[in-house]
């Protein structure tokens, strides 16, 4: 009877050996949800205003492709091009003239990952830390009795740090969705405006 059991047994732990190395492969994803920055009240300036107020949109739509490849259950490698979106600064004037000065900041950029991943069935959490070369604009302009002193427009790119924590499930071997936070630190200089963007995105994965 030992005999005969053995050969089903040995069956057994080489499908479960074959699933866990099924686990590997490149894969490509989509991701989009709402970035957002925070924008402090001194950010835009008008010398000798003494009455203002100040508007800002902070938020924005933001999107990612990326491609990856999983080496085991638990890591993985993955880059792609992420778009921060765009964010807006008004500084309206009313005294002692009638004028307005804005900034529109813009960010994007390519980004590469390392990607620790906790599987649970078909559900699975991961954390990520990586490197995005980010490219901020901004561009400047005004109205009424505001005269604008600095350049109109500033760019710099620069390598900034970033990390993410998120959550998806496996429909198939092929096909999963996942939801992410991801932090991009310091994005920008004094010059272009600087500061954390934060993306909240949801999307598809597609393993071959």
């Known amino acids: ?10 069956a057994f732990a080489s499908a479960g ?16 949800g709402q ?14 205003a ?8 902070e938020t924005d739509t933001g999107f990612k492709l990326y491609a990856g490849y999983r080496f085991n259950r638990h890591f993985a490698l993955e880059g792609g091009w992420t778009d921060l979106g765009s964010f807006r600064a008004t500084r309206n004037v009313t005294a002692p003239a009638v004028g ?17 991943i906790l599987p649970l ?4 959490l991961f954390g990520k830390l990586g490197l995005m070369y980010a490219t901020t604009e901004t561009s400047r ?17 620069e390598v900034e740090f970033k990390a993410g924590v998120g959550a998806g499930f496996a429909f198939t071997r092929n096909l999963a969705i996942r939801a992410e936070w991801e932090r991009v630190t310091d994005v920008g200089t004094t010059e272009t405006g600087e500061g954390d963007i934060d993306l909240i995105s949801i999307g598809v994965t597609w393993r071959f």
């Open 50 to 57: 003494t009455a203002s107020t100040f508007s800002k949109d």
């Open 141 to 157: 302009s005004s109205t009424g009795a505001v005269v604008l002193a600095g350049p109109r427009s500033s760019k710099d790119s």
């Open 17 to 32: 050996v074959l699933a866990q190395d099924d686990m590997r492969g490149a894969y490509l994803g989509l991701s989009g």
């Open 121 to 124: 069935q078909q559900f699975f």
């Open 1 to 10: 009877m030992l005999l005969k059991t053995l050969p089903l047994a040995f």
């Open 100 to 116: 307005s000065l804005s900034a529109e900041i813009e960010a994007s950029g390519f980004h590469f990952d390392a990607v620790g």
């Open 35 to 48: 970035s957002r920055v925070t924008i402090e009240d001194s950010a835009v300036t008008v010398l000798g």
